[in-house]
């Protein structure tokens, strides 16, 4: 039953006792409450029933909770990585690799990952210089280089890299017509196309750095893909016909040079080989003048007699003049034969013997007899 139905219990939850009590005490009702919080907490209680027993160390608490406090504080930041403060939401520092501590509910620390290499890449139909519809690849590579800028100068850096990767490589593909993007031109491409995404990266202020940037090879419409397939055929023909051309020349060049050199030199030596022939044929005359002015007539006849010596050692007929006789002709036969055959007569009725080169046919003693001057031999 209730406890204040007639006949029932008087007893009321605050300890009160029959129904002409009236209401519950509050004083009392706060004393009890904080009698059991003082036994709760390490307290005791008088015999009157009053809290006389020690206070809580609210002291002690307090220290544990600023210990607590301080620990929960510590942070360590990776090698690759840096933390950014934030004080009250604002900008505060930059805290490098190793154990740091910021006070927590009053800072907070976001870690950025500055060594981590990311990849962004664009694929899209672009117009050249000359209206020519292609399509490129361009993949980019790139690493944080400032923290704070990329936590809160753009509100999405790698969207601007984006974006940025896309304008700029339509700006310098639609400057350059097709051939010149062919035909070897990707490399410059490549190097305007990185420095004016990391120019558009720095306008901005999205502390993002570039490592590398990739053109792939480019591909045309899928509608002109065999025309595109021709046109480069042809074109690596042009190259290939160019380089063996400048080989066959490179090859032909240094042989006419040689050439032309020897033919120089060999000019050179014969020119001097004349001039000195003629210097000394001009000196020998010049002596032999000398001489035939001091004595014409020995001078003559030494000239007559070496001139007949010379003639007569190149022949093989001798004439022997006879005085008071007809004059005689001799023809050394076997010295012609070893001559011409490199053979011998032979003996009469005897076999042909070979003998060793011919010798040289000497001109046969001459007789002692009148010359047609009248003068002796």
Do not use: C
């Amino acid at each position: 039953m209730a406890w204040n139905e007639p006949g029932g219990d008087k007893r009321d939850p605050w300890g009160g006792r029959g129904g002409s009590e009236g209401p519950p005490d509050l004083d009392e009702l706060a004393r009890k409450l904080r009698d059991r919080m003082n036994r709760f907490m390490g307290g005791g209680r008088g015999g009157s029933g009053t809290g006389t027993g020690t206070p809580f160390s609210f002291s002690l608490i307090g220290i544990i909770l600023l210990v607590v406090w301080i620990l929960s504080g510590i942070y360590i930041v990776d090698p690759a990585e840096r933390g950014v403060v934030l004080r009250l939401g604002a900008f505060n520092k930059i805290t490098g690799p190793g154990p740091h501590w910021y006070p927590r509910f009053i800072d907070t620390v976001e870690k950025v990952n500055v060594d981590q290499l990311r990849t962004v890449s664009h694929r899209a139909k672009m117009l050249t210089k000359d209206e020519n519809i292609i399509q490129v690849e361009l993949a980019v590579q790139y690493r944080i280089k400032d923290a704070r800028d990329y936590l809160f100068q753009t509100r999405d850096p790698d969207y601007t890299l984006q974006e940025a990767t896309e304008s700029a490589l339509r700006e310098v593909i639609g400057s350059i017509p097709m051939d010149d993007f062919l035909t070897g031109g990707r490399g410059a491409i490549v190097a305007e196309t990185e420095t004016l995404i990391q120019t558009i990266l720095d306008r901005y202020q999205t502390g993002l750095l570039l490592t590398s940037v990739n053109l792939q090879d480019p591909q045309p419409p899928e509608e002109v893909q065999g025309a595109f397939e021709d046109a480069i055929k042809a074109q690596e023909d042009e190259v290939r016909l160019k380089n063996q051309a400048e080989a066959y020349a490179f090859d032909i060049l240094p042989k006419a040079r040689g050439d032309a050199k020897r033919l120089r030199e060999q000019a050179g030596a014969y020119r001097e080989q004349v001039v000195a022939r003629a210097e000394g044929e001009t000196s020998r005359f010049l002596q032999t003048l000398e001489e035939y002015e001091k004595a014409p007539e020995v001078t003559r006849k030494r000239l007559y007699l070496e001139t007949m010596e010379t003639v007569l050692a190149n022949t093989s007929k001798v004439v022997m003049q006879i005085e008071d006789g007809n004059s005689l002709m001799y023809i050394p036969l076997d010295k012609l034969m070893e001559r011409t055959s490199g053979y011998s007569l032979p003996p009469a009725g005897g076999p042909q013997i070979r003998t060793g080169p011919a010798e040289e046919a000497q001109p046969a003693p001459r007789r002692r007899g009148t010359s047609r001057e009248g003068g002796n031999r």
